[in-house]
Structure formats: structure tokens, C-alpha cells
């Protein structure tokens, strides 16, 4: 073959190498070392959001008040060389750690003729639970400050269904339980307040321990991404000194009932 013709093909090959579509990149190519992916770089993801809740005035209580509901949780943390919890994934899954609140309002002479008038309580501490794909666990611990002092907390098991991608139910038993001062507080009665009440309410010492057992539900809807219209209702049957105190027996029910309706959006932040 001359030169001229060996310099003709060597152009020619140049050229349709040229014209060639490159080859695509392979879809399974892990990402270059040092490149974060989006998941990455997401160090935590927490709910904010408000409601109002409908429950009983006061513990024991068979009247009932509307109040604030806060929706806070922390369903994923991450931080480097320390700890790691929770899910990215909307869906949950693993242990998870947050906020607990709770709230009783005030209770007065109005209302128990004779007995001491009890301010409203605040309640505030930490829930921590474990999710699997169809069920749950959960405890929470809250300190009561205001008109009662002491600890409270619950005990619960959830079972979970997902109909649809946006629809979250769970129900479940729950239990709760409170210190000796917070009990005595709601429904003991002193003999000072057996004697101002004319007898109604016999003298009466609540110790701590079980408050109530009974059933929860809640329903999660996300209507737009990341916004979630939540609901939740239970039913507590008061138990032990709870149930037996003269507060609940004379003017009070030991059946419990609380709904709460409200709105709250999810945010994934990168904090490191």
C-alpha cells in the first residue's frame, strides 16, 4: 500500500472516530471516592408543626377543654464519630428519639367545691422508640412542673399499615404511669380539704405507679411533600389510686378521652 493511501485511511478513521456517539457511562459506576451522594450529606431530619387537642380539663376530669398541640420530632441524627439514629427514609424504620410533651389545665374551686385549687401543668422529657416495617415500641419520660411536680411517662406498642405511600395509621395499648407527688397532687385528698368540702371527698393518699391503660391511634396524611396533616385520638381507663380516689369516684370519670388535630412539616438539614 503507498503512503498516500495509508495517510488517506489513517484520516478516515480519524474522522468516523470523531462523528462516533460517546459510550454511555455504566449505571452501576459507584460515584468518584470523595463525592458525597445526597443522603450524605443530610446530618438530620426533624418535624415541626401545631395542632389543637381536646382532652379532659384536669386529670380525672369529665369535662373537657380544647389546648395548644405541639409536633416535634426528630426522626434522624447524625454525628460524625459519635452517634447515628433514625431513618433518612420517610418511612421510618429503626430507633428514633424526640421531644415529649404533655399538658392538664387548671383546676379550681369551680370545679371541686372544697378541694385546692391546682394550676395548670406542663410536662417535658423525651420519647424514644424502635419501628420495624408493621409494628412499634415506645417509652416516655417527662418531668411535671406548675401545678404538679413529679415524673410522668407512658409504656406503648403500635401496630402499623401504610395503605398508600401518603397514609400512616398505627394503633396500639398504651399505658401510663406517674411519681407519688404528682398522684397525690390530682387525686389525693388531704384532711384539711375532707373537712372544707363538708365530707364529699373523704381523706385519701395516692401513692405512685399505674394512671391509666388503654388504646391509641393516629392517622398521618402527607397531602404535599414533606407536609403532613396529622390526627391522633385515645381512650384511658383510669386505674389503681387513680380510679379509687374520691376526685374520680364523686365528680370526675375514669374514663379518659383525648383527640388532636394539626399540621407539620418535615426538614432534612446538613449541620456538619
Do not use: C, H
Not at 374551686?109 to 420495624?132: F, N, P
Not at 406548675?146 to 407512658?154: I, P, Y
Not at 365530707?199 to 392517622?219: M, N, P, Q, T, W
Amino acid at each position: 500500500m503507498s503512503r498516500r493511501a495509508v495517510l488517506s485511511f489513517a484520516v478516515l478513521a480519524l474522522a468516523a472516530a470523531s462523528d462516533a456517539p460517546a459510550l454511555a457511562a455504566d449505571p452501576y459506576e459507584l460515584p468518584p471516592q470523595g463525592v458525597a451522594t445526597p443522603d450524605e450529606r443530610i446530618d438530620a431530619v426533624f418535624e415541626l408543626g401545631a395542632g389543637v387537642a381536646v382532652s379532659p380539663e384536669y386529670e380525672g376530669s369529665d369535662d373537657y377543654e380544647a389546648s395548644p398541640w405541639p409536633i416535634l420530632g426528630l426522626d434522624y441524627l447524625s454525628i460524625p464519630g459519635l452517634v447515628t439514629f433514625g431513618s433518612i427514609n420517610p418511612q421510618g424504620g429503626g430507633l428514633s428519639i424526640g421531644p415529649s410533651f404533655g399538658y392538664n389545665g387548671e383546676r379550681d374551686d369551680d370545679d371541686l367545691d372544697g378541694l385546692d385549687d391546682v394550676d395548670a401543668t406542663y410536662e417535658a422529657g423525651l420519647k424514644l422508640g424502635y419501628e420495624w416495617e408493621n409494628a412499634e415500641i415506645y417509652g416516655e419520660a417527662r418531668y411535671a412542673f406548675g401545678g404538679a411536680e413529679g415524673f410522668v411517662g407512658a409504656l406503648g406498642a403500635n401496630a402499623i399499615a401504610r395503605p398508600s405511600q401518603a397514609l400512616l395509621l398505627k394503633a396500639g395499648p398504651r399505658a401510663t404511669f406517674a411519681s407519688d407527688d404528682y398522684m397525690d397532687t390530682y387525686f389525693g385528698v388531704d384532711p384539711d380539704e375532707f373537712v372544707r368540702s363538708g365530707g364529699k371527698f373523704d381523706a385519701f393518699e395516692a401513692d405512685g405507679g399505674f394512671k391509666s391503660v388503654g388504646l391509641e391511634a393516629s392517622a398521618r396524611y402527607e397531602f404535599a411533600p414533606t407536609w403532613f396533616l396529622n390526627a391522633e385520638g385515645s381512650y384511658m381507663r383510669l386505674v389503681g389510686d387513680a380510679k379509687d380516689s374520691p376526685v374520680v369516684q364523686e365528680e370526675g370519670s375514669e374514663d379518659q378521652f383525648t383527640f388532636g388535630l394539626g399540621l407539620s412539616k418535615r426538614f432534612s438539614v446538613d449541620l456538619f
